[in-house]
């Protein structure tokens, strides 16, 4: 039983003439007789009585058409569902991301996507490093946002953001007069250090001519407990310097470049390649990009083959 079978039993019973549906149908009258055949062998019943050129319901007939039509009738609330949400999305969509990206990349742009799609809810699955790209790859989240560069050749990578590393202390601390602070200037120093990931790695590589000489105070997996602990005197320590921004400019907070090289940091979006995205997923691609690419300094990023460019009206 399909719905074409459907539509053209109702239009014979509306009709009440084969050969008047056949019309209606686009089609000829032994092929609207083969499928309403088709269709009464597959209910095992009679839905018409034949009397030469009149027709008439039976019984079954009569019954299965209130069926029919309740059918269409959910047949074209769900087409209308579907082409409101062409032009109006709907669902939800789950962001993987840790939470330095959680408190200082997602408000903003979580915003701005609540004003272009409000019907679209935002959830945040807070992660670390590669369990960022596994919430990815596991369907757990349907973005991640992570620092580049990823590994895994199954999701599409997007660089959206380039930042330092700086090395963070507090604004009366000896080394806050400095430009710039290489690995032996801290070896005197109590150090605030990553637990893991990838900037603890990077950091372990600055490290290397010093670090039977270095004093790690302790290890943290937080963002925020870090700055905390450097402003109580605890140490030093390093991170993104959009994380630092709004203390360095209460003055409550110094942050330094490295030396002798910069230590740059990519932030990415993800997701996988064979994934087909919907409106509201395309929508929010378009915000993130325009968000990072509004930024003074950094320029616009290109939407990623698989991820067609896609309007505000067409949204």
Sequence with gaps: MDFDQIHTFLEIVRLKSFSKAAQTCYRTQPAISAQIRQLEHELKTELFERFGS????????????????????????????????????????????????????LPAVFAEYKKQFPGVQLHVNRSYGSRVVEAVMENVADFGLTQLPVAEKRVQVVEIQRDEIHCVLPAGHPLAGAERVACEDVVPYSLLLPQSGMTRGRLNTWFEKVEDDLHISMELDST???????????????????????????????????????MIRKLGLIYRKDKALSKAALGFIQVILGHFGSQVGVARPQIPAGAPAVSGAQL
């Excluded at 039976?58 to 062409?86: C, P, V």
């Excluded at 905390?228 to 360095?248: N, P, Q, W």
């Design 54 to 105: 009149r027709i008439s319901l039976t019984t079954a007939g009569k019954l299965f058409s209130q069926y029919a039509e309740q059918m269409m009738d959910i047949r074209r609330q769900a087409q209308n569902a579907l082409n409101e949400l062409e032009t109006s999305p709907r669902g939800e969509l789950v962001i993987a991301a840790n939470e330095a990206t959680c408190i200082y990349v």
């Design 224 to 262: 925020e407990t870090m700055k905390r602990f450097v402003k109580a005197g605890l140490g030093i320590c390093f991170l993104a310097a959009s994380t630092c921004r709004e203390d360095v400019a209460l003055g409550a907070l110094r942050s330094l470049p490295l030396a002798p090289e910069p």
